[in-house]
């Protein structure tokens, strides 16, 4: 019996490059064993949505201030994805921190993105210009990405792949971010479409 695609659900909050770039990957056939079939954003206006919407996928987007708890709010996004089908969750740019509900229900099949070198610099409080913030206050001279497993721990699940790049003298946050940015989009499909030859639906 023929395989079938993994159903992807991707998670934003922003500007969605990181999901532009699975989209490419899903097109030009880099991500070969899956198929993206959800957007979910918590912000209504987060660019992504228009990316996703401009490539035909089905969106949906939720404000946590429309429900009583995180949890709550995390079982909402859970009936969509299991509405969905879906079988991997990736987060990219996604600004919440998962409670238990979407933990439990995705264990071990929920991806993250983070812009460094993980273990260093994540963690609560650690993310987007945050973190590159502190790489050059700090003077080390590589900085990268990391994809890894989300867990109950923020930025500290098993770690699946990293990419690194130079830290310039000259560097701002801005340079450095733009920088990293390069990598994650280059190594994010990789690692999924890696992730997803072992998968077992
Ligand atoms: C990326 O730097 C990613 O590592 C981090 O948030 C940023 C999202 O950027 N988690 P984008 O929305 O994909 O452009």
Redesign the pocket.
Same mark, same amino acid.
Not at 12 to 19: R, T, W
Not at 112 to 115: A, M, Q
């Given at each position: 019996m023929e395989k079938r695609k993994a159903n992807l659900a991707v998670l934003? =909050?922003? =500007?969605? =490059?990181?999901?532009a770039a699975l989209i490419d990957a899903v097109n030009t056939g880099i991500i070969t064993e899956g198929m993206i079939s959800l957007v979910v954003s918590n912000k209504k206006d987060a660019y992504?949505l228009q990316r996703a919407e401009n490539a035909g996928i089905p969106c949906l987007s939720a404000k946590r201030s429309d429900f009583a708890t995180d949890e709550e709010f995390d079982k909402h996004l859970l009936s969509s994805l299991k509405a969905h089908r879906i079988d991997l969750v990736l %987060?990219? @740019?996604y600004m919440r921190i998962l409670t238990k509900p979407l933990l439990e229900a995705y264990n071990e099949r929920i991806l993250? /993105?983070?812009?460094s070198l993980l273990p260093e610099f994540g963690g609560i409080g650690m993310? @987007?210009m945050k973190v590159h913030e502190e790489v050059i206050r700090t003077g080390i001279t590589v900085s990268g990405?990391t994809v890894h497993i989300v867990n109950e721990h923020v930025d500290q699940g098993p770690i699946l792949a990293q990419a690194s790049v130079s830290v310039f003298p000259d560097d701002t946050p801005d340079s450095l971010?733009a920088r /990293? %940015?390069k990598e994650?989009h280059r190594l994010y499909p990789a690692t999924v479409e890696k992730f997803l030859t072992g998968f077992r639906i």
């Open positions: 934003v =909050s922003g =500007s969605g =490059s990181n999901l992504a %987060l990219a @740019g993250n /993105i983070h812009p993310y @987007g990405c971010a /990293i %940015l994650e």
